[in-house]
């Protein structure tokens, strides 16, 4: 017979053998496994968090609070002098405060590279006596005449950009734009039947500069600038384009936000179609819904 020690150690010594290979060859935890083959479950993928940095397209419709700062002058087409430079909001009567709408489209092609497209428009027109005599392309107006005057500005622009940084929060672009500027000039004095009608396209190139940074889930911040000065032949000009907003993500796919866009263009031209200059300034708030997915 045994004694009840010797037993005892026996009977341990047996559990651990019996126990040993189970625990050794121990199934994954349930939730590894699928619960119907057994086969190991993929990876669980990380939540992507609806933002600006993981759009792959959206629609901005903006309502654009400007104030317009304008300087004009059209040269005579045929003898080549010079016109009489003017300030049109002070000289020729035109709106100094434009309240309109703008839209934008942005595209992300792969993952750092994002393609945005707007298009700017400013059409004013007013009737306004003149305080100073007005040498507008090849009329001259006189002092008193009541000039009515008609200033239309189009801008439509691409931008590409390419991501030279890109993390979870923050993006940071460099690329190119190009810019296709119409404008167009009519300014007439009726009770002596004078009329006189300019117009000129340009295509401009920019650097631009992009970035963004999300805040939380919900807030992000948006900053972004273009700006080139060049002189080719006849033709001088320069294009400055900044723009600064913050973002609220109300829904997965729809934004709400708040911010403030200057726009500056010179252009000046000797010869062609419209010879003259032309100064644009451009600056105000703007109120904006996003559209994305």
């Known amino acids: 017979m045994f004694r009840s020690g010797s037993g005892l150690v026996l009977a341990v010594a047996i559990l651990t053998t019996c126990a040993a290979p189970a625990f ?6 349930p939730a590894e496994r699928d619960k119907y083959s057994g086969a190991p479950l993929p990876p669980k993928k990380t939540r992507v968090i609806p933002s600006p940095l993981t759009d792959r397209f959206a629609i901005r419709g903006t309502f654009f609070g400007s104030s317009v700062n304008t300087t004009l002058r059209v040269d005579n087409s045929t003898t080549a002098l010079s016109g009489t430079t003017v300030n049109a909001e002070h000289d020729l009567g035109l709106k100094s405060r434009v309240n309109q709408g703008r839209v934008e489209m942005y595209i992300r092609m792969r993952e750092r590279n994002r393609l945005r497209v707007d298009f700017f428009e400013s059409d004013r027109s007013a009737s306004h ?9 090849d009329q001259s107006f006189r002092l008193g005449d009541v000039a009515a005057t008609t200033l239309d500005f189009r801008m439509f622009g691409l931008t590409y950009t390419y991501s030279v940084l890109k993390t979870q929060r923050f993006e940071l672009g460099t690329g190119l734009g190009i810019d296709l500027i119409q404008g ?12 006189q009608e300019v117009s000129g396209v340009a295509p401009f190139p920019t650097l631009a500069l992009d970035g963004t940074w999300r805040i939380s889930r919900r807030f992000a911040f948006v900053a972004r600038g273009q700006y080139l000065r060049d ?13 600064a907003d913050f973002q609220y993500r109300w829904r997965p796919n729809f934004a709400i936000g708040l911010g403030y866009t200057r726009l500056r263009a010179f252009l000046e031209v000797r010869g062609g179609s419209f010879p003259g200059l032309v100064s644009l300034d451009v600056h105000g708030p703007e109120a904006f819904f996003r559209v994305s997915y």
């Open 24 to 29: 050794a060859q121990r199934d994954p935890p």
């Open 129 to 137: 006596r003149l305080d100073v005599p007005i040498n507008f392309a």
């Open 184 to 195: 167009d000039a009519r300014g007439e004095v009726p009770a002596r039947r004078l009329s």
């Open 231 to 243: 002189t080719v032949s006849n033709f001088s000009g320069s294009l400055a384009d900044y723009h």
